[in-house]
Structures are given as C-alpha cells and as structure tokens.
C-alpha cells in the first residue's frame, strides 16, 4: 500500500534550506543555530528530540519507570516532558537534561486549557463572550502564569468545530462555527504567545486536533471520520489555517481517522496541507499514543509500521507511543524514513527551543519570584470576572424578572447551587475548588444588605432519590423568587465524555416541576460543558440562564448578572437542539430541495413527525435586559466587481432603558451555485456597549474572499450572482435583509 508520496515529502523539507536572505535576521540567527546544534547530533540524539513522555512519575517516588525517564533524559532521549510543571520540578528535571551530551533542554508542556492556576470560564463559555479581546486576555493570563512555574508549551487551542453536542469535548473548542472560531483561534494564539514568542511571559500555543476531530461518528470519542474534501476544507480546516497565519508554534494531530486514514499517518493534512500548503514552519506533535492507535485501527500491522507511517506522514514529536524511540532508528537504517526527513522535524523542534530562548537560559522560565507574583495576581481574578460575566448568555425573561429588584426572601434550590469543583469542570490544572465561589457564596455575599436566602439542595444531581423534594417545595413557597441551579456534573464533558442522552441528568427536571408548581416565578441557571436538553424548563420557567462553566468566579459573575451590575451579553456559540433525535443540528444547513416552509405543513417535506425541525435556541441567540433596533441598512453598491470590498453599515439603537452590550452578526447567502449552498454563513461580527436611547453607525467591510467556496479540484473559488446578506442579533432573527449581486 502507498501512504505517501514521495514528491510531496521532499517539497515539505524545504522550509530550512530556504535562503536567509528571505528570512528575517532572527530567522536566519537561529537556523544558523539549528544547523550548528544538528551537525553535532549522532543519529540517536536526532530521534531523542522527537521523543515526548508524561512526567508524573519523572518527579514522583522511585519506580523502575522513574529510573528508565531519568536515563532517557540524561542521555539525550528525550525531547519534551508533559505533565512536569511548578517551578521546583521543572528545574530539576531541566538540570537531568543538561547532564546530556550535547546539553539540549527539554520542553515542558502541560493542557493550559482554561487557566493554570486562574480558573476561567472553560473554551466553549468564553465563545459565548465573543469577546476577542476578553479571550485573549484570559490566553494570556493563563500563560503568564504557567511560564512564570516553568511551562513552554501549552496543548491548546483546541480549534475543533463541534456540531454535536454529545461530544464531550464540545466543551474545549469555540462550537460550531468557522467563522467566529477562527476569529477565536487566532486571539487565543496571540495571548498564549505573546506578541513575540520568547516573550517571558507567553508559552508555545498548539493548535489541535488536527484534524476534523471533532466530526467524530456519533458524537462517541475517538470515533472515525468521513467527510467530503469541500466540507474538510469549509468548515473545519479554516480555524487551524488562522492559527497557523497567527504564528501558532505547534500543531497536534488527532486521534481520528479520516476518511480512512489516521490523521497521525496522513500525508494529505500534514505535509500536503500544513506543510505544504500553508507553508507551516513549527512542528507537530502526535496525539497521547496517537502512532501506536494505528494498530487497532487496523491500518499499521506493527508499532514499527506505525512509525514509518507517522514520520513520513510528518508527525515530528511523538506523544507517549515510544514509536521513534523504539522503531525509527530501524527505519533510517533500512531506508524507510529519510534521514533528510527526520533532520527536518529535529530542525523544527531545535528551532522552537531556541526561539524559546531556552539554548540561552534553560531555566529562563522557571522563576521562584516570578511565580510567586504570577500566581498572586489580585488583577487575574477580576479579568477572570469579567470574562464570566460576558460568557453568560440570557435565555429568557419574561416580565424582566430578571435583574432581581428591590428586598426579596430568594430561595437557592438544586444540586449545583452550592457547587464548586464543577465549576472548573475537567482540564484543570491546579483547580483550588475550595477557593472558587459557587452561586451561593456569589449570592450571599452580593445581596447580603438586601434580600434573606434560604436554600435546599432538592435532588441529587444524578440519581432516583425525589426525598428532597418536600424541602425544596417548602423554601419555595416561603420566597418571593426561587433560583434553581441546574445542569450535568463538571467531569461529565472533556476527553472521553461523550452523551447519549443530554437531558438533565437524575431527577432535576422533575424537581423544578414541583417548585414551579408552587406557582412562585422560577429562575433557572443551567450549568454544562454542552449544550443540554431541558424542554420543560424552557417552556415553564420565568427566566433561564445559560452558565456553561465559567470558572473560579462564576458565583460572583452570576451575582452581578442577578444583581444587575451587568447586563448580560453572551450568544451562543453552538445550537441547542430539542431532542438528541435532530442531532447534528446546526445553523448553516443545506436548504434541501424540499424544505418546510408553512411549519404545519410537513407532508413530503425536509422534516420530522415529532417535533419541529428549529432548534431549541439558535447559534448567535441571546437575550440583554435591554433591547436593541437594527435600521438604515447601506451598502456601497448593489452590484460588486471582483476584488472590490462591499462597505456595508447599519444603525443599531439602544432602545431599553439600561446600558448594554450587543453583538451585531453578519450573515451571507450565496443564493445560486454549482454547489448548494449553506442557507446563511457567518462572515462578521462587532460587540458593542449602548447606553439608553444611544444610537451608533457600524461598518462593516466584506471582501470577495468572504464570498468563495471550495470546490474540489478547483480549490476556493467565487462565482458571479445574487448573494443575500442577512444582519441581526441571533442567527434565526436577522432583522436586516437585502440583496447585492457579484459581477
Ligand atoms: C489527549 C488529548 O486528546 C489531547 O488534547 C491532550 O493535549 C493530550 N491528551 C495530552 O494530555
């Protein structure tokens, strides 16, 4: 079986030989360097560059693993240790490595996912802030934080588009859109790095899964995929492609199949596309055991194939599969894998080492003082705050219930108003629950002057029991208002957490049933690392907010959002259905040549028996305490040349009676093409603060790229015709419509 071509694998090594004369001076100072490092190396060290290995034991009690690290190490083995982190532990691994020959030091990775030792929001709630700069703020305090104890590298941004809800790793990514997660993947690099990398306080940022991991069969883990090039291209690859244009320093590949092929043994995605293609200059880090997993895949009958595989495929640094250590000095030898081929990842790894500023000061990172400061930062947890507050997103209101005015007896009710290891959800790294607040310390402390709380856990979060209940009921009917504090526990998204069912798990729905039924108006928060399914409560509740997990402040952002110190701006970043049966549910769907158009009418149509084809709450939804007038639609021309930018600006009217944000979308239609088309795309957004009664011109400026599409074969391409340009709050309420035509 071929798995490779060789043309291509020799058009990817050039990076290095270019000429510095068109590399900048540090460019060329450090491949000179890399040069100098490689030409020392016995072939043995070469393959140890691309050797990574967890730390947990590295640093633990003795143990014949701890012995077997610390060797590796020490002889020039390793490349890059995860997992090893604090001040104290990465210094004294750092020092086993420069007992090596050639004194290389390793890298140390770690998930930064969302916060090192500040918690924030998880990846998916700070999407609903669509707030770029919020996002990256937060990337940067995380890595502030982690480099100050010694990290270089964090495995994030997880650029993943997520369609399916039961994915638990729907949770790390910025949902389901292209557009608005690669305009996240693009702020979450930058504040990772730092304007430059080698910057003291930024940390490699990898970008991952690479890639469609996140189209996995059936929203089960690890799961295959099967996908058309012009979906590939579309949809997942551009949130990797505006990471690598942000200077992201490292890709990881992905446990999934596609089309057939392991991403980790892809020639097609890692030297085609990355390497190729995009020209992609840092290196790739397989998944954790990714090379080895060729073998049940069925695709390599052995980890020696696996490793033939892999490295011609372009994977440079493998995650814990002990592949290249055990097989690749073999496969040189018996010309399986070019020595030209693996020369060019130890360039790729050398090189980040030095850009790093590790070949200067292997310890530059690992700072007693500095991660003393770092991680006492009263600044951090306000930002924290802050994002916590933008990521909520108001689902409903009805009669402003919401915010909470004047004295009122609240009763805190249900199994996570108390919460507080849930609040960090999974991917945390030193998660100090005890110091988080839960919605009921927020709430305490926020309305400790005004109003008296009385509280009932209700029901377990998962289980049968209903012996809560009577006490819950009881609270209730002593309150003027009752907020309930639902949703599925914190470690049940992340890695390996896939749903079938996304219901509220136990009996949660039921018991907001019967404290509804108290006939006393009902707030719901609901807590998730997905979006889940809460039909009754949608129907029956007086007010509903969505809280995803939004970190170590979440009770106190919570607070302020009842209190009305802020008005709440999120919009969801990815579709809630109403039943797991319309999974995957997503905006931009394919209109289909029959679809519904009178609801009642669904005879021979693009739709179900049982329930109506729109989802629960729409991508882009969500509501403020205050409203907001969309007017004067202006385009600069009806009729669009080829390269000309169209000018498009609206009018958009605070019209409540309190200060707010709104984030004001974009969408487009090509309404006729050689391809169907999605019946509305994302191609831009603006976030912006209103007082009462203020009104303010925005502009937007869509350049013709905005309008292509991939096509395979031809790549992206525009076509002339009619396109429908849609302007609004939410993706289903787009209050503006008009048309313009592309010559
Ligand atoms: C496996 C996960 O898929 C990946 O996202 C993570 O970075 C690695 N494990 C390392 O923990």
Redesign the pocket.
């Known amino acids: 079986m071929k798995k490779y071509n060789l043309f291509t694998i020799l058009l990817c090594c050039n990076f290095f030989t270019l000429s510095p004369l068109i590399l900048s001076a540090q460019d060329a100072r450090i491949v000179k360097r890399v040069d100098s490092v490689l030409r020392l190396m016995t072939l043995k060290e070469k393959i140890g560059q691309l050797n990574q290995y967890t730390g947990t034991e590295v640093t633990g009690p003795a143990s014949d693993r701890k012995n077997t690290l610390l060797n590796d190490i020490r002889s020039g083995m390793v490349g890059s240790m995860?997992n090893v982190k604090g001040v104290k532990d990465t210094r004294e691994i750092q020092a086993v490595a420069l007992q090596s020959r050639l004194k290389i030091p390793l890298l140390f990775s770690l998930?930064v996912i969302h916060g090192y030792k500040t918690v924030f929001p998880v990846p998916l709630a700070e999407a609903a802030s669509w707030n770029m700069d919020l996002i990256r703020q937060s990337a940067h305090i995380s890595a502030k934080e982690a480099s100050a104890s010694g990290i270089h590298w964090t495995?994030a941004p997880?650029v993943d588009i997520a369609r399916d809800p039961r994915w638990g790793r729907v949770m790390e990514g910025a949902g389901e859109d292209t557009y608005l997660g690669a305009q996240i993947a693009k702020a979450r690099v930058y504040g990772f790095q730092g304007d430059r990398l080698g910057g003291i306080d930024g940390i490699m940022a990898c970008a991952?899964?690479f890639a469609a991991y996140g189209a996995a069969f059936a929203g089960r883990d690890y799961n295959p995929v099967d996908m058309s090039e012009q979906m590939l291209h579309e949809v997942y690859l551009p949130p990797f492609k505006a990471a690598a244009d942000a200077g992201v320093a490292t890709f990881?590949n992905s446990?999934n199949t596609l089309n057939g092929v392991p991403a980790t043994a892809s020639v097609y995605l890692q030297r085609d596309i990355l390497k190729g293609k995009w020209n992609y200059k840092g290196f790739v880090v397989s998944?954790?055991g990714s090379i080895r997993e060729m073998i049940p895949w069925g695709y390599a009958g052995n980890l020696n194939e696996a490793a033939e595989f892999a490295m011609n495929a372009g994977s440079d640094m493998d995650m814990e599969s002990s592949a290249y250590k055990q097989e690749l000095e073999a496969l040189i030898k018996a010309g399986k894998v070019k020595l030209s081929l693996l020369d060019d990842a130890v360039k790729r790894i050398l090189y980040k080492k030095i850009e790093l500023g590790l070949f200067d000061d292997p310890y530059k990172f690992s700072n007693v003082e500095r991660e003393k400061q770092a991680m006492n930062d009263p600044q951090h947890a306000l930002i924290a705050r802050n994002v916590a507050e933008q990521s909520i997103i108001l689902l409903k209101n009805e009669q402003h219930v919401l915010p909470i005015k004047g004295n009122q007896k609240i009763a805190l009710i249900g199994p996570l108003v108390k919460a507080k290891a849930d609040l960090a959800s999974t991917w945390t790294v030193y998660a100090d629950t005890a110091s988080m607040t839960s919605v009921y310390e927020g709430l305490k402390h926020k309305f400790r002057n005004k109003s008296s709380i009385s509280y009932a856990k209700g029901c377990d979060l998962n289980g049968n029991t209903t012996a809560g209940f009577e006490e819950a009921i009881q609270i209730a009917m002593a309150s003027d208002l009752v907020i309930m504090v639902l949703g599925e526990a914190g470690d049940m998204s992340g890695?390996a957490k896939s749903r079938s069912n996304i219901n509220l798990p136990g009996q949660q729905e039921a018991l907001f049933d019967v404290v509804k039924a108290t006939g006393k108006q009902v707030v719901v928060v609901v807590m998730g690392g997905r979006p889940l399914i809460f039909n009754h409560i949608a129907e029956k509740a007086d007010a509903i907010i969505y809280a995803f997990w939004l970190g170590a402040e979440a009770g106190n952002a919570l607070a302020n959002v009842f209190s009305g110190e802020y008005n709440p701006s999120g919009k969801l970043p990815i579709t809630f259905p109403r039943s797991v049966g319309q999974i995957p549910l997503f905006y931009n769907y394919l209109n289909t040549g029959r679809p519904v158009g009178n609801p009642k009418e669904i005879r021979y149509r693009s739709a179900y028996i049982d329930s109506p084809n729109s989802p629960q709450y729409a991508f882009g939804y969500g509501l403020s305490y205050t409203t907001f007038s969309y007017s004067d639609l202006k385009l600069s021309t009806k009729t669009l040349k080829k390269g000309e930018p169209l000018r498009v600006s609206i009018k958009l009217t605070n019209t409540g009676d309190v200060k707010g944000e709104e984030v004001v979308q974009l969408y487009l239609q090509d309404k006729v093409a050689s391809l169907a088309r999605p019946v509305k795309e994302l191609k831009d957004f603006r976030k912006l603060m209103l007082n009462p009664g203020e009104s303010q011109e925005l502009t937007f400026t869509i350049g013709t790229d905005k309008l292509a599409f991939y096509k395979s074969g031809a790549g992206w391409i525009t076509e002339p015709g009619v396109f429908k340009l849609m302007i609004g709050g939410s993706s289903d309420q787009t209050k503006l419509e008009t048309e313009f035509t592309l010559q």
Request: charged content about 35%; glycine content about 0%.
């Open positions: 995860l998930d495995f997880m991952k899964h990881m446990f998944d954790w890695e």
